[in-house]
Structure formats: structure tokens, C-alpha cells
């Protein structure tokens, strides 16, 4: 499949009030920090948001009547993950959910247990309802990311009711195996923790010979697990504020309910139609933005190496790319490749000084350039 026409060819996000683009305005800074795509969204998410912004009303909306059953059949048809539309709790964002979840199920002063490094509002989602934010290192081993174990099992305490997990993983890019998440869920059983399982990059597993698996369709652990997904990675849609929970445990729901009720605001019309579309018909563009990602992960995996000074690691899934920038021996790393015109994101932010992210969400020449001035930064200094 050719994909490199549409995707080589992103409009410019320059003056469309873009968090990402904005950052550096005025200034020759190659923005790869945030994670958002510069692409546009799938033609059929756009179809759809023409339609419904025809139709000029704006009012207070609830999930369109298909939606549900739309996503219960992506979920079958990705992961052969049978669930009942039922089981659904709708919310603005991921991030609202992990605030969510982390006041769900430990009360303040209580333990809220994941692994570093990670996405930042995990650390902070727990901190900012007084609950405690508990962490364990990731370890590395033969170039790969796993779980510690002897270190979880001496983390956890009698305070500890929560573990968030994030699956496929941002920063590392690790896809999860079976067996990994089966002894994720054998902990959470044994110390009776809830599984909060993010698994908003599911539809970006980048490696052909590996699979995402729900935690939740794991044996036995699925009244214990809550789901956090959405549309808006795969299809480049955060700006439009839609996400859900995945719950079969209807005690778990209805805390989860509870806890949002007054405070978590409802969903616009836009983002509803707009998951809508990507999650029936966006399937073929999805194939082609994983396979242009594919080609992308290839160049920074072949760049970075050459670059005294940095290591990183196989990107399974995501379009993220986790680079050690320890043995470059300078102070701040991403204040050093800002200067040479590339906005990273600081490892510090996900518990990991001396670490940086790289999105590599762009056209393909973008982010030659922007690692064309990471050498040439790295070279010269
Ligand atoms: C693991 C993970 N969870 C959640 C989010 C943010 O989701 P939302 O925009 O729905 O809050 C991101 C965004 O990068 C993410 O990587």
C-alpha cells in the first residue's frame, strides 16, 4: 500500500492553536514533545464532522444510539474481546480517568502502585486527590523493558489499592505478552488490587509478529480490571475530548459513576461522531497510518545509533521513541537539542532524568530534518 502521499503531506499546524506547534512559535524549533500526530484525521472522521456540523445544532448530547455497539464490535473485530455495551462509561479524556480511578478506589492518604518510566499523569493523577503515588523502576534486560516483580512485591503494602498499568506502553513502546500481563494479574489478585489498564495505544502496535492483549480479557481478572481507551490516539482526535471505561464489574462502574457524578463534564456531539467513524469505518486508513508510522520508527531506529551519546530501544507499538541521553553528558538534555531545533519531551517528567521522548508522529521529511539537527548537534558540541 502506498500511504507515503497522504502522510507526507500534513498541513501546516503552525497557526491552527496547536499546544503542540505553539510551544516554540517564532522560533525554529521542530516540535516532536507532545504526543499528537501532525497528520490529518482518517477522510471518514472528517466526513462525519462535516455532516453533523451541517446540521448546526450544538445542544446537550448522549452517546448516538450506535456508538456502544460500534465499539463493542471494534473491540471483537482488533482483539476478540467480546464485551457488553453496557459495561461503557463515558468520559472526556483518559487523563480525566486515571484522576478518576485513582479517587474510585483508594481513599485519600491510601496507594496508588505503577512503573517508571511513564506517562506523567500517572504519577501526578493520584497526587493531586491526596492519594499516594507508589513507584517501581521498570528494568532493562537483553535491550527490552520489563516488569519487576521482586521490586512490586516490595513496593506493595497493606495502603496499596490500585495498579495502573499502561498497555501497549508510552514511553518505552513495549507491547505487553500474555505472559507479562498474566503476572500483573496473579499480583493484583494476590495483594487485591484494581487493575487500571490504559490501553489507548492498542491500535498502534507497530511490529507485525506481536499482538495488543486487553488485560481484560485475561482469566479471572476481568471483574477486577477497568479498561481506559479512546479513539483519539490511533486517529488523531484528543483535541475533540472523548474516552470511555471499559467495565463488567458493575460495583466497580458504579463507584467509577459515583465519583464523576457533578464533576466530570459530558461529551460533545463532535467527539461522539467522531469515534464513531473512526471505530466503524477507519479501519483501511489506520493499516496505512501503522504501516507510514512503521517506516518512521525504521529511520529513527536506524539514526539514533549513530549518535555518540544516545541509546534507545525497539519501539513495538506507539510512535514514541525512548532515548538515554545519560552518556551524552550534558545538563539538560532536552534544553541542549532545543537549542539545535528539536522540542523533545524531558525524561524527567516521566520519573526518568537524563531521559527524552521523541514523537515521530510527522512526514517523513520532518523528522529527517529534526534528526539530521540531533546529529549534527551531538557532533559538534
Ligand atoms: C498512555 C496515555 N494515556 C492517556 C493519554 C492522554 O489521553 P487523553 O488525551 O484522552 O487525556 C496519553 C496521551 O499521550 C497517553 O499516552
Known sequence: MNTDFEFDHAPDRGDSASSKWEKYAGRDVIPLWVADMDFRTAPCVIDMLHERIEHGVFGYTQPPHELPTVVAAALERDFGWTIDPDWIVWMPSLVVGLSVVSRAFAAPGEEVLTAVPIYPPFLSAPRYGDRITVTVPLREEGG?????????????????????????????????????????????????????????????????????????????????????????????????????????????????????????HHIGALGFFATLAAFRDGQSWQLALVDYLRGNRDLVESELPTMPGLKTWHVEATYLAWIDARELSVDKP?????????????????????FLRLNFACPRKRLKDALGRMLEAVLTR
Not at 158 to 167: A, E, I, Q, V
Not at 334 to 354: I, N
Request: charged share 20%; aromatic share 8%; with cysteine.
Open 144 to 264: 527490552r523493558w520489563l516488569w519487576d516483580f521482586d521490586a512490586l512485591e516490595q513496593a506493595v503494602s497493606p495502603k496499596t489499592r490500585t495498579l495502573l498499568l499502561c498497555s501497549p506502553h508510552n514511553p518505552t513502546g513495549r507491547v505487553w505478552s500474555r505472559d507479562e500481563l498474566v503476572q500483573l494479574a496473579r499480583f493484583c489478585e494476590r495483594y487485591d488490587l484494581v487493575l487500571v489498564s490504559d490501553e489507548i495505544h492498542s491500535g498502534l502496535v507497530l511490529d507485525q509478529d506481536k499482538q495488543h492483549i486487553p488485560a481484560a480479557t485475561l482469566d479471572d481478572i476481568a471483574t477486577r480490571t477497568i479498561t481506559l481507551l479512546s479513539a483519539s490516539k490511533t486517529f488523531n482526535l484528543p483535541g475533540l475530548g472523548c474516552a470511555f471505561a471499559i467495565v463488567s464489574n458493575q460495583q466497580l462502574r458504579s463507584k467509577i459513576q459515583r465519583t464523576m457524578r457533578g464533576i466530570v
Open 334 to 354: 532536552a534544553a541542549f537539542f532545543e537549542k539545535a531545533g528539536v522540542g523533545l519531551y524531558d525524561g524527567t517528567l516521566f520519573g526518568a532524568p537524563g
